[in-house]
Protein backbone atom coordinates (compact mmCIF):
# COMPACT_ATOMS: atom_id res chain seq x y z
CA UNK A 1 0.00 0.00 0.00
CA UNK A 2 0.78 3.54 -0.23
CA UNK A 3 3.06 5.31 1.91
CA UNK A 4 3.89 8.57 2.90
CA UNK A 5 6.86 9.36 5.46
CA UNK A 6 7.83 12.98 6.96
CA UNK A 7 10.24 13.54 9.65
CA UNK A 8 8.05 13.59 12.58
CA UNK A 9 10.56 14.90 14.79
CA UNK A 10 10.40 18.69 15.11
CA UNK A 11 12.70 21.11 13.21
CA UNK A 12 14.03 24.38 15.24
CA UNK A 13 15.84 26.62 13.26
CA UNK A 14 17.17 30.12 13.89
CA UNK A 15 15.17 32.86 11.86
CA UNK A 16 16.82 33.99 8.78
CA UNK A 17 17.86 30.38 8.14
CA UNK A 18 16.37 28.21 5.15
CA UNK A 19 14.52 25.11 6.90
CA UNK A 20 14.57 22.18 4.42
CA UNK A 21 11.66 19.12 5.17
CA UNK A 22 11.49 15.98 3.86
CA UNK A 23 8.95 13.73 2.30
CA UNK A 24 9.44 10.19 0.95
CA UNK A 25 7.28 7.55 -0.34
CA UNK A 26 7.39 4.19 -1.07
CA UNK A 27 5.12 1.59 -3.72
CA UNK A 28 3.86 4.32 -5.77
CA UNK A 29 4.24 6.64 -8.53
CA UNK A 30 2.38 10.08 -8.29
CA UNK A 31 1.55 12.05 -11.14
CA UNK A 32 2.01 15.23 -8.23
CA UNK A 33 2.82 15.65 -5.00
CA UNK A 34 2.01 18.66 -3.01
CA UNK A 35 2.95 20.55 -0.03
CA UNK A 36 0.69 22.29 2.59
CA UNK A 37 1.27 24.19 5.34
CA UNK A 38 -1.34 23.85 8.64
CA UNK A 39 -1.12 25.79 11.78
CA UNK A 40 -3.04 24.25 15.31
CA UNK A 41 -6.98 23.45 14.97
CA UNK A 42 -6.39 24.37 11.62
CA UNK A 43 -7.57 23.19 7.96
CA UNK A 44 -4.48 22.68 5.77
CA UNK A 45 -3.84 25.35 3.34
CA UNK A 46 -2.34 24.86 -0.06
CA UNK A 47 1.22 25.84 -0.80
CA UNK A 48 2.64 24.44 -3.93
CA UNK A 49 2.08 21.57 -6.49
CA UNK A 50 4.93 19.78 -8.55
CA UNK A 51 4.34 17.42 -11.19
CA UNK A 52 6.51 14.14 -11.90
CA UNK A 53 7.85 15.59 -14.88
CA UNK A 54 9.40 18.80 -12.84
CA UNK A 55 12.31 18.67 -11.16
CA UNK A 56 11.75 21.86 -9.12
CA UNK A 57 8.90 24.50 -8.46
CA UNK A 58 9.69 27.68 -6.47
CA UNK A 59 7.35 29.98 -5.21
CA UNK A 60 8.67 33.64 -3.16
CA UNK A 61 10.61 31.77 0.03
CA UNK A 62 9.31 28.57 -1.07
CA UNK A 63 11.46 25.54 -2.96
CA UNK A 64 10.15 22.62 -3.34
CA UNK A 65 11.78 19.47 -5.41
CA UNK A 66 10.90 16.28 -6.73
CA UNK A 67 13.17 13.20 -7.34
CA UNK A 68 11.28 10.08 -8.60
CA UNK A 69 14.13 8.39 -8.91
CA UNK A 70 14.86 8.60 -5.03
CA UNK A 71 11.15 8.98 -4.07
CA UNK A 72 11.78 12.01 -2.47
CA UNK A 73 10.63 15.57 -2.50
CA UNK A 74 12.39 18.41 -0.49
CA UNK A 75 10.44 21.52 0.94
CA UNK A 76 12.57 24.42 1.69
CA UNK A 77 11.36 27.77 2.91
CA UNK A 78 14.38 30.26 2.87
CA UNK A 79 14.90 33.17 4.85
CA UNK A 80 12.69 31.93 7.70
CA UNK A 81 10.40 33.41 10.07
CA UNK A 82 8.85 33.02 12.93
CA UNK A 83 5.46 33.40 11.19
CA UNK A 84 6.73 30.26 9.26
CA UNK A 85 6.38 28.03 12.27
CA UNK A 86 3.80 25.77 11.51
CA UNK A 87 3.05 22.09 10.42
CA UNK A 88 4.03 21.18 7.40
CA UNK A 89 1.90 17.93 5.05
CA UNK A 90 3.20 16.51 1.92
CA UNK A 91 0.72 15.15 -0.38
CA UNK A 92 0.28 12.64 -2.90
CA UNK A 93 -2.44 11.59 -5.29
CA UNK A 94 -3.91 8.36 -4.00
CA UNK A 95 -3.41 5.07 -5.89
CA UNK A 96 -6.23 4.09 -7.70
CA UNK A 97 -7.60 7.20 -8.85
CA UNK A 98 -10.81 8.79 -8.02
CA UNK A 99 -9.05 12.07 -7.30
CA UNK A 100 -8.34 11.48 -3.57
CA UNK A 101 -5.46 12.58 -1.99
CA UNK A 102 -3.39 11.27 0.89
CA UNK A 103 -1.22 12.86 3.39
CA UNK A 104 1.73 12.28 5.53
CA UNK A 105 1.92 13.13 8.96
CA UNK A 106 3.65 16.67 8.62
CA UNK A 107 6.53 18.50 10.16
CA UNK A 108 6.65 20.47 12.56
CA UNK A 109 8.37 23.46 12.16
CA UNK A 110 9.47 26.27 14.78
CA UNK A 111 11.75 29.11 14.02
CA UNK A 112 13.29 31.54 16.58
CA UNK A 113 13.60 34.64 16.87
CA UNK B 1 -9.07 31.70 -3.64
CA UNK B 2 -12.36 28.77 -3.55
CA UNK B 3 -13.99 29.43 0.16
CA UNK B 4 -14.82 26.14 1.91
CA UNK B 5 -16.71 27.13 5.23
CA UNK B 6 -17.37 24.55 8.14
CA UNK B 7 -19.46 24.29 10.70
CA UNK B 8 -19.80 24.02 13.67
CA UNK B 9 -16.16 24.54 14.76
CA UNK B 10 -16.54 23.11 18.06
CA UNK B 11 -19.02 20.66 19.43
CA UNK B 12 -19.18 18.57 23.18
CA UNK B 13 -21.88 15.96 23.10
CA UNK B 14 -22.79 13.25 25.33
CA UNK B 15 -22.03 9.57 24.37
CA UNK B 16 -24.77 7.97 22.48
CA UNK B 17 -26.09 11.34 20.24
CA UNK B 18 -25.62 12.43 16.85
CA UNK B 19 -23.87 15.11 15.60
CA UNK B 20 -23.93 16.42 12.36
CA UNK B 21 -21.01 18.95 10.46
CA UNK B 22 -21.59 20.90 7.44
CA UNK B 23 -19.18 21.53 5.13
CA UNK B 24 -19.88 24.20 2.48
CA UNK B 25 -18.16 25.76 -0.86
CA UNK B 26 -19.42 29.37 -0.82
CA UNK B 27 -18.08 30.59 -4.03
CA UNK B 28 -18.12 27.47 -6.55
CA UNK B 29 -19.92 24.42 -6.83
CA UNK B 30 -18.24 20.96 -5.73
CA UNK B 31 -19.68 17.71 -6.98
CA UNK B 32 -17.44 15.92 -4.91
CA UNK B 33 -15.81 16.56 -1.36
CA UNK B 34 -13.51 15.12 0.34
CA UNK B 35 -14.00 14.58 4.93
CA UNK B 36 -10.81 13.87 6.77
CA UNK B 37 -10.61 13.18 10.42
CA UNK B 38 -7.24 13.49 12.40
CA UNK B 39 -6.02 12.77 15.34
CA UNK B 40 -3.33 15.06 17.56
CA UNK B 41 0.30 14.86 15.66
CA UNK B 42 -0.99 12.41 12.99
CA UNK B 43 -1.98 12.62 8.99
CA UNK B 44 -4.94 13.65 7.80
CA UNK B 45 -6.66 10.34 7.41
CA UNK B 46 -9.06 9.82 4.14
CA UNK B 47 -12.42 8.75 5.38
CA UNK B 48 -15.42 9.30 2.70
CA UNK B 49 -15.43 10.98 -0.88
CA UNK B 50 -19.24 12.64 -0.99
CA UNK B 51 -20.38 12.77 -4.07
CA UNK B 52 -23.36 14.84 -4.98
CA UNK B 53 -26.85 13.51 -5.82
CA UNK B 54 -25.10 10.19 -5.40
CA UNK B 55 -23.80 7.92 -2.22
CA UNK B 56 -20.76 8.60 -0.68
CA UNK B 57 -17.63 6.53 -1.19
CA UNK B 58 -16.15 4.74 1.82
CA UNK B 59 -12.44 4.33 2.42
CA UNK B 60 -11.53 0.78 4.05
CA UNK B 61 -12.51 0.35 7.46
CA UNK B 62 -14.85 3.29 7.58
CA UNK B 63 -18.23 2.09 9.12
CA UNK B 64 -20.55 3.67 6.84
CA UNK B 65 -23.44 3.63 9.19
CA UNK B 66 -21.68 5.50 11.72
CA UNK B 67 -19.97 8.48 9.46
CA UNK B 68 -23.36 9.48 7.44
CA UNK B 69 -22.80 11.55 4.64
CA UNK B 70 -24.99 13.30 2.88
CA UNK B 71 -24.38 15.82 -0.30
CA UNK B 72 -27.73 17.20 -1.06
CA UNK B 73 -26.42 20.13 -3.20
CA UNK B 74 -23.82 21.41 -5.24
CA UNK B 75 -22.28 23.22 -2.56
CA UNK B 76 -23.18 21.53 0.69
CA UNK B 77 -21.85 18.45 2.24
CA UNK B 78 -22.71 16.92 5.60
CA UNK B 79 -21.38 14.29 8.24
CA UNK B 80 -23.12 13.31 10.92
CA UNK B 81 -21.81 11.01 13.68
CA UNK B 82 -23.99 8.41 14.43
CA UNK B 83 -24.32 7.43 18.45
CA UNK B 84 -21.09 9.05 18.75
CA UNK B 85 -18.75 7.82 21.65
CA UNK B 86 -15.24 8.88 23.10
CA UNK B 87 -13.61 7.31 20.56
CA UNK B 88 -14.66 9.38 17.63
CA UNK B 89 -13.61 12.51 19.55
CA UNK B 90 -11.27 13.81 17.08
CA UNK B 91 -10.72 16.74 14.44
CA UNK B 92 -12.86 16.35 10.96
CA UNK B 93 -12.32 18.19 8.46
CA UNK B 94 -13.92 18.69 4.39
CA UNK B 95 -11.93 19.80 1.19
CA UNK B 96 -12.94 20.39 -2.30
CA UNK B 97 -11.45 21.11 -5.42
CA UNK B 98 -12.90 24.11 -7.38
CA UNK B 99 -12.94 22.83 -11.28
CA UNK B 100 -13.77 26.42 -12.69
CA UNK B 101 -11.30 28.33 -10.52
CA UNK B 102 -8.12 29.56 -11.65
CA UNK B 103 -6.08 27.21 -8.65
CA UNK B 104 -3.77 24.76 -9.56
CA UNK B 105 -5.11 21.79 -10.56
CA UNK B 106 -5.03 19.23 -7.82
CA UNK B 107 -5.27 21.99 -5.04
CA UNK B 108 -7.56 21.10 -2.04
CA UNK B 109 -8.92 24.02 -0.27
CA UNK B 110 -10.08 22.86 3.73
CA UNK B 111 -12.71 24.20 5.41
CA UNK B 112 -11.60 25.10 8.77
CA UNK B 113 -12.38 22.19 10.45
CA UNK B 114 -14.49 20.66 13.42
CA UNK B 115 -13.42 19.84 16.84
CA UNK B 116 -15.57 16.71 18.15
CA UNK B 117 -15.47 16.09 21.95
CA UNK B 118 -18.08 13.47 23.07
CA UNK B 119 -17.79 13.02 26.78
Known amino acids: SQKIEQNSEALNIQEGKTATLTCNYT??????LQWYRQDPGRGPVFLLL?????KEKRKERLKVTFDTTLKQSLFHITASQPADSATYLC????????????FGAGTRLFVKA | GAVVSQHPSRVICKSGTSVKIECRSL??????MFWYRQFPKQSLMLMAT?????????EQGVEKDKFLINHASLTLSTLTVTSAHPEDSSFYIC???????????????FGEGSRLTVL
Open chain 1, 91 to 102: ALDALGGGFKTI
Open chain 1, 50 to 54: IRENE
Open chain 2, 50 to 58: SNEGSKATY
Open chain 1, 27 to 32: NYSPAY
Open chain 2, 27 to 32: DFQATT
Open chain 2, 95 to 109: SARDPTGTGVAGELF
